[in-house]
């Protein structure tokens, strides 16, 4: 029996409720895979640094550099936004972006059918969206220097964050990006602002460049502004989107409501392959902390669960076991049963524990 060692961080907010649920769904299909899954809990964001005074303990840290995989829930809240940006909750994540090197955010917008009314676009428009969107995670105007605040002569300050990229790090999340399109319909849209920005330029020539090595995916390049139009207006001519970290940021975001809710999308972060050439990887849904409803058991699991079943198939190679988990969530919507945010009117309403609950049941039944 092979055995996994899962390094769970649920974070704040909405963080802790949603994992827990995921952890349940990945307990049940471990048992009826004949799989042992050993999950250690950790620090990080907003709890962390009221318990060690950082957003990233080095216990934390050394904790998923020794694990197979890392289901991440969020990090953030109005208790830790008056702190300096370096200390802050969300630095957990980002640095943990960068220790493990985790370059290719991959975050898949799907409309499923059964709830096409839970998106407040039109059916027309979002019925059949069917999205990857690949989001280089480690470099740009998040980690780029120079960074920082300083004060002007005059009186007031100047604030300067720089978008920086090199050509290794623009192939390898190109390489990413078709390798993932080649998979699904053969389509990958670049997304850029070559018209104005000279990281973009660069950005669309090593795009293109790559693309000779795969001649049997369809590139085309889109500049971010129009990207962010065509996604709201005709979703369906998208199929796997690449960009750097900044435009996935906000891409990803406006998908979101493509797919009815927050609430529904996962996410995985995968870094360079380690031994046995199995990347290291982090799941964690793309929501954040939701401090509105946090700790009212309310929250929508979904988006936890499907990036466990992401993690399934990147970290462990368990394809079946993730088909499992995402067909139990599909057939739990199509039994009709909703959370607050992907309900519609009249539609009745489950929790955060009985939405895990149904979802850990139907994968108990297989
Ligand atoms: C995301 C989040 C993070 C980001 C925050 C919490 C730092 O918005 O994962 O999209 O900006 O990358
Ligand atoms: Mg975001």
Redesign the pocket.
């Known amino acids: 029996m092979s055995t996994y060692r899962i390094a769970v961080l649920p974070g704040d907010g909405i963080g802790q409720e949603v994992v827990a649920e995921a952890v349940r769904v990945l307990r049940a299909v471990g048992k009826a895979a004949g799989a042992s899954f050993e999950f250690e809990e950790a620090l990080v964001g907003g709890g962390a640094i009221d318990a060690t005074g950082q957003p990233l303990p080095a216990p934390t840290l050394a904790l998923c550099r020794s694990s197979h995989a890392i289901l991440f829930g969020?990090?953030?809240g109005p208790k830790w936004d008056h702190l300096p940006q370096e200390q802050r909750a969300?630095r957990g994540?980002?640095a943990l972006r960068k220790e493990l090197d985790l370059y290719a955010n991959l975050r898949p917008a799907t409309c499923f059918p059964m709830l096409v009314d839970a998106s407040p676009l039109k059916r027309s428009v979002v019925e059949g969206t069917d999205i990857m969107v690949i989001r280089e995670l480690t470099g740009g105007l998040?980690f780029g220097e120079p960074r920082g605040r300083a004060p002007l002569a005059g009186g007031g300050e100047r604030g300067v964050n720089t978008m920086v990229y090199t050509t290794p790090e623009i192939e390898r999340v190109a390489r990413v990006g078709f390798e993932v399109a080649r998979k699904r319909k053969k389509r990958l849209t670049s997304v850029d602002k070559a018209n104005v920005l000279t990281v973009s330029q660069l950005w669309r020539e090593v795009v293109t460049k790559i693309g000779k090595e795969y001649p049997d995916v369809t590139l085309d390049h889109v500049l971010v502004d129009n990207c962010a139009m065509a996604l709201v207006q005709k979703p369906t001519q998208f199929d796997t989107i690449v960009t750097e970290n900044t435009f996935g940021?906000i891409l990803?975001?406006e998908a979101a409501i493509l797919a009815g809710s927050m609430g529904m999308l996962p996410s995985a972060s995968l870094g360079v392959a380690g031994a046995g050439g199995v990347p290291v990887g982090l799941y964690?849904p793309?929501h954040?902390t939701a401090p509105d409803i946090a700790g009212k058991g309310i929250a929508n699991p979904i988006a936890a669960i499907l990036s466990a079943a992401m993690l399934l198939r990147y970290s462990l190679s368990m394809g079946r076991e993730a088909d499992r988990v995402e067909a139990a969530v599909r057939r739990v919507l199509e039994q009709g049963h909703r959370t607050r945010d992907i309900a519609a009117a009249g539609e009745r309403i489950v929790g955060t524990k009985d939405m895990g609950e149904l979802i850990v049941r139907d994968v108990e039944r297989g």
Do not use: N, T
Request: hydrophobic content about 30%; overall charge negative.
């Open positions: 969020s990090v953030g969300e994540l980002l998040y940021d990803s975001d964690e793309v954040g």
